[in-house]
């Protein structure tokens, strides 16, 4: 059919995916139109996400980090705390952020078209106008003819159904609002989104339960990591319930009312100001009608790729959350650049560019608790599970003159190497931890050690420098070589 | 000093290859790299002829 | 003649140098005896210099923090500063690392010998016994034999000899005596010591003048990274003064009287509460009685050294400050560590060890300023005098949602390529340099990556976690490469 608007690529979903696939298509040369729901780019990352969340945490450690300080001679009294205030930083943190995006989409001469798309066939979507803060449909609605079409729907919270529709019940989305300090909130799910936001609440004042289905809080990162984090942040909660279920809630005028059960069948109840649900996010791969364009979408939502970010129908790619995990950002700005790069070389006849794929070995994870958890490659529960045979470098940030001189040194930096026969004792290294301060803005080098191929001699053997906490990066190779002096001698 | 800034001149080769090229007395600059890059691996030194080297003057 | 005691390696000093050679040695199987005069372990590093600043540095860095935090909705008052307490947390922490030290000696079985250490010849060192805090000389002597020996005399303040005697004339050590918060202070010399310790004293509340006799603060530096510091930084200072030099001081009960020269003649004079001489160090080469073992120094006190540690005298080796620039803790323990592994490896006969040898080809350098400044490797100033054809990446922290959100988007990250013909536009990194917050932890990534010869495509590639600041070495290293999308594009 006849079209109002016409591409090489159309971009479904403006967050760190589609931006980035957006912008990297539009620089190799492509004409590109995104379509965005929403008034902002940036999608869950910049606006409800990574961004905000961040800028809330960041004061929060700075709170945390004054109440010590009287201790080391410099006293500050009780802070006195504006929420509305600091809830406006956090939009003027967003607004400069989405703001940049905007400007930068025009001078790349990337067109917005604001509004609900859906694909209409393998070469057309209908974009269902919308207007205001939210997604309000005007009723207006264009088609999009394309060449080529990038997937990045991305992906919302997950709703448990039993919840009653109260404001005092919310997700990530609402937790970020900041609509107050309550006393007491229950954080439903113990992983990194929901730890985050309780962070936050727990120091601006909230006592915090967490209620959490599997064995430990943090799934994914190694335990060891993980205790470091709980012994620091214990006296932030009243009640960790390992292995609980939810089962049921009833919003009362003294709060909501939460029962839980174990999977020993004790039960038990509380009663909460708040209550997050972070129980995990759930992909938007069904709701673009991806059927009609002949793309496959499995039962949980996902669609699948191939290292090239191809779904099934060729000349459709698609990218980050919507395509599977570990849902984060810096994952889709990854693969939006090799999809980017696929289409951009199909269509101008690169045969280089249209060879790009996805081959990373490793995405890091990082948790801005405080202190944080970061780690990248293989942990030491997966070498144990699957039978790898690995040496460990461990240095305890005891030993590090710069932890101790900041009043930090409850952290470790641990790295692991291959120990199988065929290394011959110069492995390489396959994955590394990191809990303490700073620690999100080192596991970069952990990764780049195991995607140049590292070994132990490689990363011990770089000066970092003193005294500094990324210099115990080095010390963790040194250690696991055999060759460090910061540690009391290991018996022989 | 020892801050080697004109390194650009010299093989691409990460400390642990340049380790072990030393100990077995090879001569980096004749050995034949196959990383990506133009990167002498750990298995480019396998096979290699050690050469007679002088170690490097004084750099302080 | 006959010794008091014998060992395989003497080691003279117990600064980072001296403390990395003694227990490298002790756990490759040495019999090792340190010397020292003081009765803490460390040297200058841990004791009067990198660990005593820093953890003055870190509470400066919180207080500054706080004073903007207002701004974001969380309002501390003006902190009461116990000068006194926060003395004892800075001693705290050195204690608890000389501890540590001194536990890990005993561990390792290495004998340390309290005193004044002099050679007699080339196998044997005179101890004068000395005892208290300082380095009083008991008059007790001891003769100590040995197989080899690694000298790692470190350096001390360069005192400029037309300053008066005066207890507000102070270097480094005096410095970080905190004896009081001065009202007007001078420092002299504009390089990392003295720019430290005047960010610790105005935070404190103290206004400063600076005086350097070259062209710009923070020498070594490129001046882009030193811009935005010294941007941030201009509120401290009443006076920067630049192509001046000191030439008298008088001490008047007001304060000292200090006068300048400009290069260009023009005079002038200040009066200060506190004077920082901060125009250097200068080795303690000549102060060993080096030549009675056959040691070379050079007039300036210098030892030099090959490329194993070694001195002209074979079996004797120098490490650390003593043997040259730059003078920094990092270098000293990474030169300890072949020092120990030539000298086991001589003794022991390990063949393999023997051939150890100093081969990095970068040290990094850090001002453990606010914002941070860290440099390593090539930097943009030295590739131009050199003719070094570079490509620059460089990622401005504007765009950064992580500064953003952290309120401290002033910093930016820079990375410098090999661009020469035969490079093929695949030039590996050759430096990089980074201002701003927690610089100083993640320019360990790329000296690793420069160690490592990866080039823009491995650095971009490897997937950085975000919102990080460490992402932007990924950034950086994706506008070498032009696939950058947080930026506006690049004009054709
Ligand atoms: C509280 C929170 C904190 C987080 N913190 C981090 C973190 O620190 N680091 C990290 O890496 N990740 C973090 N994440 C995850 C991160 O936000 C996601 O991985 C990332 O946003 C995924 O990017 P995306 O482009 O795939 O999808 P999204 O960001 O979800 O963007 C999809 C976009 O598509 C739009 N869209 C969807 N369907 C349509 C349609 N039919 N028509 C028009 N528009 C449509 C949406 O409106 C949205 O803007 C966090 C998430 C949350 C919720
Ligand atoms: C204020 C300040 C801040 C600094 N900050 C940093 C920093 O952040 N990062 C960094 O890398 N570097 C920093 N430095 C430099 C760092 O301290 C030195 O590079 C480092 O200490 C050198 O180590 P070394 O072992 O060579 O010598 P030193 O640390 O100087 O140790 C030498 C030791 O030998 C002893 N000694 C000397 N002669 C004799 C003798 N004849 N008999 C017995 N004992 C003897 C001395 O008492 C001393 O303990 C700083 C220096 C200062 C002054």
Tied chains: 1, 3.
Aim: charged share 20%; with cysteine.
């Amino acid at each position: 059919g006849s079209a109002d608007l016409s591409c090489d690529l159309l971009v479904l979903g403006a967050g760190p995916g589609g931006y980035s696939a957006a912008f990297r298509a539009a620089d190799l040369g492509l004409k590109v139109i995104v379509v965005e729901r929403y008034a902002a780019l940036g999608g869950v990352c910049l606006n409800v996400g990574c961004i905000p969340s961040k800028a809330l945490l960041h004061v929060a450690a700075v709170m945390d980090e004054v109440s010590h300080l009287g201790d080391l001679g410099v006293d500050f009294g009780a802070p006195s705390v504006n929420v509305d205030k600091l809830r406006g930083h956090k939009e003027k943190v967003i607004s400069k952020l989405t703001g940049g995006l905007a400007a930068m989409a025009k001078m790349r001469k990337v067109t917005v078209v604001r509004g609900y798309g859906s694909f209409i066939d393998a070469h057309h979507v209908e974009v269902e106008e919308t207007s205001g803060e939210a997604q309000a449909k005007t009723g207006a609605k264009k088609t999009i003819h394309f060449s080529q079409a990038i997937i990045a729907a991305g992906s919302q919270a997950v709703r448990l159904p039993f919840l009653p529709q109260d404001e005092r019940i919310v997700d990530s989305t609402g937790a970020l609002e900041l609509k107050g300090t309550p006393k007491k909130m229950l954080i439903i799910g113990g992983g990194i989104i929901g730890l985050e936001m309780g962070t936050v609440y727990s120091t601006l004042g909230a006592r915090l339960d967490v209620v959490e289905m599997l064995d430990g809080l943090m799934q994914g990162a190694d335990r060891d990591l993980v205790k470091v984090w709980q012994k620091m942040n214990a006296k932030r909660f009243d009640n960790i319930m390992l292995k609980t279920k939810t089962v049921g809630a009833t919003a009362t005028p003294e709060g909501i009312k939460v029962q839980f059960e174990g999977l020993d069948g004790t039960k038990s109840e509380g009663l909460y100001d708040l209550v997050l649900q972070a129980v995990g996010r759930t992909p938007n791969g069904k709701k673009v009608a991806a059927e009609k364009a002949g793309v496959a979408v499995t039962d949980r939502g996902f669609i699948n790729v191939d290292v090239q970010m191809r779904t099934n129908v060729p000349h459709i790619f698609a990218i980050g959350d919507v395509v599977g995990q570990p849902m984060l950002a810096h994952k889709a700005v990854h693969e939006a650049h090799v999809a980017a790069e696929v289409a951009a070389g199909v269509q101008l006849g690169d045969a280089n560019l249209a060879k790009s794929q996805f081959d990373a070995r490793v995405i890091p994870s990082v948790a801005y608790t405080d202190p944080e958890v970061a780690w990248v490659g293989l942990t030491e529960d997966q070498a144990k599970a699957q039978g790898i045979k690995v040496k460990k470098g461990l240095f305890p940030w005891t030993a590090s003159g710069r932890a101790i001189a900041n009043g930090r040194d409850e952290g470790f930096t641990k790295l692991l190497f291959d120990d199988s026969p065929e290394a011959h004792g110069h492995g390489k290294i396959l994955g590394g931890g990191i809990v303490g301060t700073h620690a999100g803005d080192m596991i970069g080098e952990i990764a780049l050690a195991i995607e140049m191929g590292a070994n132990a001699v490689d990363i011990g053997k770089t000066i970092h420098p003193h005294p500094t906490l990324g210099e115990s990066i080095g010390m963790a190779a040194e250690v696991a070589h055999g060759s460090c002096t910061d540690l009391p001698p290991t018996r022989k | 000093s020892p801050q080697d800034f004109s390194s650009k001149d010299k093989p691409i080769a990460s400390p642990s290859v340049r380790r072990r090229a030393w100990e077995l007395g090879l001569d980096l600059t004749q050995v034949r790299p196959s990383g990506s890059g133009g990167r002498i691996m750990h298995a480019d030194l396998e096979g290699c002829a050690p050469q007679p080297r002088v170690l490097a003057g004084p750099i302080a």
